[in-house]
């Protein structure tokens, strides 16, 4: 009996774990350490997504107004913030629509080796910490064809779309061991940076999952309910044994 609960009890747990562990990324990555309650911080990090990445990756399967709401913003904001491109009329793109991106597909899969893939899900199957350790480790190198690698993810065919912020970084690491350092200044220190890129991370990581913040809000509501729950019933047990005593 007690091998078969053992049995039971591995195969509950240890293979999901099993499976869970070997889709990870393999590579170290550093804590993002993102906090999906932080409105602002969200709200910043749509912001620098809609600047800097909407040009090459889209958010097929989210819709501006949708994110609006969730981050508390009226449909002025989110178009006024947001909305950087236009319909085939040439209109603004309405904020009730899915995310495209700004880049014709062709040119995007001309200009770089392979279009960029849509960064709706990327979050849930790469995790954030992966997004925000990439996000952090373009640096220098002629070998490849755009004069960027990228440490974790190597040979990524992706430029380095934050330079500006974060300057350049150079490989100073010997025998194929990287180690990344900083040669030329952007426009932020690194640890304002690091702080963009973790805004980058939980906007993509909200976006990639956005029930989740409801179903957070629901757990707390169902929580309330039980220990309100709870204390009517003892009330109500002592008022029922009062008069059996
Ligand atoms: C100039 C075009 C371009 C811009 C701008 C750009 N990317 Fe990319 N990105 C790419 C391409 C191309 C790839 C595919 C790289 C590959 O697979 O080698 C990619 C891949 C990625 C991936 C990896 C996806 C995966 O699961 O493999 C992430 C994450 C990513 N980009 C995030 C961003 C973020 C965040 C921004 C904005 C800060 C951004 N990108 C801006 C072109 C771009």
Redesign the pocket.
């Given at each position: 009996m007690k091998k078969l609960l053992t049995c039971a009890f591995v195969i509950a747990f240890a293979v999901p774990g099993g499976a869970a562990l070997a889709a990870g990324p393999s590579v170290p990555v550093d804590d993002a350490n993102i906090n999906l309650e932080d409105t602002t911080s969200l709200q910043r990090g749509a912001e620098?997504?809609f600047q800097?990445?909407?040009?090459?990756?889209s958010l097929e399967h989210a819709r501006y107004n949708r994110i609006g709401q969730d981050l508390g913003l009226t449909e002025e904001q989110v178009a006024e913030k947001f909305v950087h491109t236009r319909d085939a009329a040439g209109d603004p793109t309405g904020v009730g629509q899915l995310i495209e991106i700004a880049?014709r597909p062709d040119d995007?899969e001309e200009?770089?080796?392979?279009?960029?893939?849509d960064?709706t899900l990327?979050a849930r199957?790469?995790g954030p910490d992966?997004?925000y350790t990439?996000?952090r480790n373009f640096y220098l190198d002629d070998s490849r064809p755009l004069g960027v690698n990228n440490a974790t993810?190597e040979?990524?065919?992706?430029?380095h779309?934050?330079w500006e912020l974060q300057g350049w970084q150079k490989n100073v690491g010997e025998d194929g061991h990287i180690e990344l350092e900083l040669v030329e200044e952007g426009k932020m220190s690194t640890e304002e940076y690091d702080e963009v890129v973790r805004d980058?991370t939980a906007f993509?990581t909200y976006v990639a999952e956005p029930i989740r913040m409801e179903r957070e809000a629901m757990g707390m509501y169902v929580i309330g309910f039980l220990i309100l729950f709870t204390i009517l019933a003892y009330l109500l047990k002592k008022e029922y044994w009062r008069d059996v005593h």
């Open positions: 620098y997504f800097y990445c909407i040009g090459c990756h880049m995007a200009w770089f080796a392979q279009p960029a893939p960064l990327t199957h790469r992966w997004i990439v996000l993810f040979a990524m065919g992706m430029p779309a934050l980058i993509m």
